[in-house]
């Protein structure tokens, strides 16, 4: 299993930025994919950035142009820069990892971080 841990959250105005960062540990080695997902106030988790082994790296129609995914392998560690914040950005957000490919970008991913709250007035 890996471990994530997320940081960087926080309240900010509309038009404003935040950069998340996650920390990746334990078996690494079998990352196929790691992502950001959002969980808001429907509840429901959906991806916005994700990038597999190979480099790939996919986006949300919802978030192109203005959330940027970076990735510092020798730190294990996941960046997801957000500018141009909207209020339905807020919510809860989730470094996630999958050590297989799924049926597309945001499917299969089971190793879940404890999340970092995103809150857009």
């Known amino acids: 299993h890996v471990q994530q841990v997320e940081s960087g959250g926080g309240s900010v105005q509309a038009g404003g930025s935040l950069s998340l960062s996650c920390v990746a540990s334990?078996?690494?080695?079998?990352?196929?994919?790691m992502g950001w997902f959002r969980q808001g106030a429907r509840n429901e988790r959906v991806g916005d950035a994700a990038?597999?082994?190979?480099?790939?790296?996919s986006y949300a129609d919802s978030v192109k142009g203005r959330f940027a995914f970076s990735k510092d392998n020798a730190k294990n560690t996941l960046y997801l820069q957000m500018n141009g914040l909207k209020s339905e950005d807020s919510a809860m957000y989730y470094c996630?990892?999958?050590?297989?490919?799924?049926?597309?970008?945001?499917?299969?991913?089971?190793?879940w971080g404890q999340g970092t709250q995103v809150t857009v007035s």
């Open positions: 996630a990892a999958r050590n297989l490919p799924g049926c597309n970008a945001w499917s299969g991913f089971n190793d």
């Open positions: 334990g078996n690494t080695s079998s990352i196929f994919s």
């Open positions: 990038v597999d082994v190979d480099g790939l790296i």
